[in-house]
Nanobody, 126 residues
C-alpha cells in the first residue's frame, strides 16, 4: 500500500506564499508514479491543481494557478512539493496530494488517481 502525508498548509495573507510537501511511503517505488495536487474549497467540487511526471520532465497546471504555483519532486526523498506564490482568497481550500500509478501520462482527472492523502488546509485572507 501507499501512504501520502501532506504538510505545509496554514493561514496566509493575500499575496503571500506557502510551500506544501507530500511525503510518499510504500512498498512500491515513488518514481513509478505521476504525482498530483488537487484542492477542494467548501461547497465546491474537488479540482485539479498540478501534476508531475515521475521524471519531472512533464508538468501540467490548472489555468487558475499557472504562473503562480510550481510543482516539483525529489525522487531521492520520496517527496513532491507545491510552491504557491501570490496566493489569493480564492485559493483557500483543502489541498490533497495524489498518486497515479499510470506513470507514463500526466493526467488531470482525480478519479484516475490511485492513492490520496488526507489533505492540508490552506486559508488565504484578504
Amino acid at each position: 500500500q501507499v501512504q501520502l502525508v501532506e504538510s505545509g498548509g496554514g493561514l496566509v495573507q493575500a499575496g503571500g506564499s506557502l510551500r506544501l510537501s507530500c511525503a510518499f511511503s510504500g512498498r512500491t517505488s515513488f518514481s513509478r508514479y505521476v504525482m498530483g495536487w488537487f484542492r477542494q474549497a467548501p461547497g465546491k467540487e474537488r479540482e485539479f491543481v498540478a501534476a508531475i511526471h515521475w521524471s519531472g520532465s512533464r508538468i501540467r497546471y490548472a489555468d487558475s494557478v499557472k504562473g503562480r504555483f510550481s510543482i516539483s519532486r525529489d525522487n531521492a526523498k520520496n517527496t513532491v512539493y507545491l510552491q504557491m506564490n501570490n496566493l489569493q482568497p480564492e485559493d483557500t481550500a483543502v489541498y490533497y496530494c495524489a498518486a497515479d500509478s499510470f506513470g507514463s501520462v500526466v493526467r488531470t482527472a482525480g478519479g484516475l488517481y490511485d492513492y490520496w492523502g488526507r489533505g492540508t488546509q490552506v486559508t488565504v485572507s484578504s
